[in-house]
């Protein structure tokens, strides 16, 4: 089964962008879909974007549309999550997650999550 570990949270300034990684271990990639969630205090879990199992769909929230960009590497079982131009609304512990098969837009739809990374912006 996968593990999932995030990297590259921190710090930065409204319109900053930032890219986020989850790194894979314990098993491949292939044939799981792979997701990218966020959680901000007092608030549920809301899915931002992920890639299909055959890794060549991109689905993304309305709310990220066109800001954020998933992307993976199925060679290297890294997941990425590129955010531009980023708002102090964007503030949040963002988290990767994995399922064999078919995506979901529902965290409820993953068995598989990483520890999570908080990603801050500042006004």
């Known amino acids: 089964q996968v593990r999932l570990v995030e990297s590259g949270g921190g710090l930065v300034q409204t319109g900053d962008s930032l890219k986020v990684s989850c790194a894979g271990s314990?098993?491949?990639?292939?044939?799981?879909?792979m997701a990218w969630f966020r959680q901000a205090p007092g608030n549920e879990r809301e899915f931002l974007g992920a890639?299909?199992?055959?890794?060549?769909?991109?689905y993304y929230a309305d709310s990220v549309k066109g800001r954020f960009t998933v992307d993976r590497d199925n060679d290297e079982n890294i997941l990425y999550l590129q955010m531009n131009d980023l708002k102090p609304e964007d503030k949040a512990i963002y988290y990767c997650a994995a399922r064999y098969g078919s995506y979901g837009r529902s965290w409820t739809y993953y068995n598989i999550w990483g520890q999570g990374i908080q990603v801050t912006v500042s006004s």
């Open positions: 314990g098993s491949s990639f292939v044939g799981y879909s």
């Open positions: 890639t299909n199992y055959g890794g060549l769909g991109r």
